[in-house]
């Protein structure tokens, strides 16, 4: 072989868009996208959070015209959470049928938007400590917590979920939540299950939006330490085991091995949540000239896709269903 003339030449498929498109191993389509949502009490609201550029809390009249945009985009999934009139230490309006969440997917359904709706089950957003289970000192009840995980997730599923996605982290919710749905006649509701969920610095800009932020210490008692991978795969089998009919890695950048061993280890439909930081991180360094947003946004999908992610949910959801449509990918 003359060296000045290589005979393997990979840059022979790269040589134009046709040509990469023909061969490309992983692309994003709009079904892959999940975009998660905040709804509020009140009427005409409509408040940008400030970290999150573009994203907003909206009040369920507000959302309904939101959601009008979501779907004429091609999205065909969302996640919802809520911001309650007032928080105690129960969390009471996380299971309360009056809630801003259940309001929302009465709504929704009423107007018949063709929408997966899912419903994200938490106490974080509801008590007034901020945690995510029921709390005694400066320990966080696990057991005495999953009745009240089981009671919101069936006042969500008479609301309209379509999908219940358990994040608090509790042992044994997964278990609770599907004997709760199937004694109430809502045994066709799946479950999503946060079933990796790591105590990720990358959650701050969503702790602004939910107004969820921890009164005390933080939750590293409950969430997954970032330097286990071991664990994370007990914890997905643990989940699968007590009923979840999906499982998710969240955060999913900074966990893309884990995903991809999730993917690899388990038969099962497989979520990522690129989570709010990541989201901020691009946003504020797209918005100093340091990075093309667009590009780092696709790339980051992208490169979720190819760890093995079946959906993502992204707060880039709209951006990307965007730049779908504008060929980004030809």
């Not at 040589?15 to 509020?40: G, H, Q, W, Y």
């Not at 997954?224 to 643990?238: H, T």
């Amino acid at each position: 072989m003359d060296p000045a003339h290589p005979t393997i030449r990979p840059r022979r498929l790269r040589r134009t868009a046709l040509l990469r498109s023909l061969v490309r191993e992983n692309t994003l389509e709009k079904n892959d996208l999940i975009f998660p949502m905040f709804v509020c009490p009140g009427k005409k609201v409509r408040n940008e959070i400030p970290s999150m550029p573009g994203n907003f809390q909206f009040s369920v009249d507000t959302l309904l015209g939101e959601l009008e945009n979501v779907c004429n985009l091609g999205i065909s999934a969302i996640i919802l959470f809520g911001l309650p009139e007032k928080k105690d230490p129960q969390g009471s309006q996380a299971y309360s049928p009056k809630g801003p969440v259940p309001q929302a997917f009465r709504a929704i359904k009423k107007e018949k938007l063709p929408l997966i709706c899912i419903a994200d089950v938490c106490l974080c957003e509801y008590t007034s400590h901020g945690h995510c289970g029921l709390v005694q000192g400066d320990e966080i009840l696990n057991d005495p917590t999953l009745p009240l995980l089981a009671k919101t997730s069936v006042t969500l599923a008479d609301a309209g979920a379509d999908m219940i996605a358990p994040s608090d982290m509790m042992d044994g919710r997964v278990a609770a939540i599907r004997a709760a749905l199937n004694k109430t006649g809502h045994d066709n509701i799946a479950i999503l299950s946060y079933a990796a969920k790591y105590a990720s610095a990358f959650y701050g800009p969503f702790r602004e939006a939910a107004d969820s932020a921890p009164q005390f210490g933080d939750r590293r008692s409950y969430q997954m330490d970032p330097a286990n991978g071991r664990e994370a795969l007990k914890e997905v089998a643990l989940d699968i085991e007590e009923g979840a009919d999906l499982v998710m890695v969240k955060p999913a950048l900074p966990y893309l091995d884990i995903l991809y061993q999730v993917r690899q280890r388990f038969d099962i439909p497989v979520a990522a949540y690129h989570v709010s930081g990541e989201f901020s991180a691009i946003m504020a360094a797209g918005l100093r000239g340091w990075l093309d947003v667009q590009r780092a946004m696709m790339e980051s999908l992208v490169a979720i896709k190819r760890a093995g992610a079946d959906f993502i949910l992204t707060y880039y959801a709209k951006q990307a269903a965007q730049s779908i449509d504008q060929g980004w990918f030809r």
